[in-house]
């Protein structure tokens, strides 16, 4: 998988929380730390002690440059990259709410950019990345870039640039959700008399499992919802309320996510 990388190098922009749990992952199947060129200007202990190269500059022709640092400092880190807009270097982007417009402006229009979106649970390797990349973008950069993030999760590819919004309001911003979610339950169940400690312990265990189940599962989440449901018992009472017609949870989370595409499309607009 690594062989064109261990070849001519990557190189990657950012290396904070998601460019380390990128770059532990490619370490961890087989990429050569030498063949890694990081530039950080406050790199953790753990990155300065991988063996990679560390504020060295480029490489000449490196295969793959991975772009993850913060949208607020990409207007003066990405001209660190400008070199290597020639068109044989592929640029992996996985900084949130830069459009590939951008990239190309300052990379040049013969450059092949992909746009990512992963999302935090990148960081146990149990992420979901979604992919589109500009017209100069060919099969064999996609599938280099979907080796590169199936080292932190599930990576799915877009029809176009513009359902990004969507998916950064569902899987970008969802693991924010799904955390209040826990909290909320088990702060229910703290108001039905448990322990705090004990009701957060079997909320989390609780949202875990059941996402697991329902990834795992032949059957959609509807029919596990319906497995799981008997009619006139305890299960059946919550739905009613939760299911409510124009006030349970589906019509709320369809406000939520509309807020967050809506604002991911103002910043994106400026």
């Not at 950080?40 to 202990?45: A, H, I, N, R, V």
């Not at 951008?102 to 992909?114: D, T, W, Y």
């Not at 702060?187 to 329902?214: D, Y």
Request: net charge negative; hydrophobic share 50%; glycine share 12%.
């Amino acid at each position: 998988m690594f062989h064109e990388i261990d070849r001519r190098g990557l190189v990657l922009l950012g290396c904070g929380k998601m460019g380390s749990a990128m770059l532990a992952g490619w370490l961890d199947r087989g990429l050569s730390p030498g063949s890694v060129w990081v530039i950080d200007p406050q790199p953790s202990e753990w990155v300065q002690g991988m063996d990679v190269h560390l504020n060295e500059g480029v490489p000449d022709d490196p295969a793959i440059a991975l772009i993850a640092v913060k949208p607020q400092v990409m207007g003066s880190a990405l001209p660190l990259l400008q070199q290597l807009g020639g068109g044989r270097t592929l640029f992996l982007s996985v900084a949130a709410g830069t459009p590939i417009a951008m990239f190309e402006a300052v990379l040049g229009a013969e450059a092949p950019v992909i746009r990512a979106m992963p999302n935090t649970p990148a960081a146990v390797g149990k992420g979901i990345t979604a992919l589109i990349g500009n017209d100069r973008v060919d099969e064999g950069g996609m599938a280099l870039a979907e080796a590169l993030l199936a080292a932190v999760g599930q990576t799915v590819r877009l029809d176009g640039e513009a359902q990004m919004d969507a998916v950064t309001a569902v899987s970008g911003s969802g693991p924010a959700y799904v955390f209040h979610m826990i909290e909320a339950l088990a702060a229910a169940g703290v108001a039905e008399g448990l322990p705090e400690r004990l009701a957060m312990q079997l909320a989390t265990a609780t949202v875990a499992g059941a996402g697991a189940l329902a990834e795992r599962a032949e059957e959609s989440p509807a029919q596990l919802r319906v497995n799981v449901t008997s009619p006139g018992g305890t299960t059946a009472a919550a739905l009613e309320v939760l299911m409510e017609e124009g006030a349970g949870l589906l019509p709320l989370m369809k406000r939520a996510v509309a807020a967050a595409a809506d604002r991911s499309r103002e910043l994106r607009n400026g």
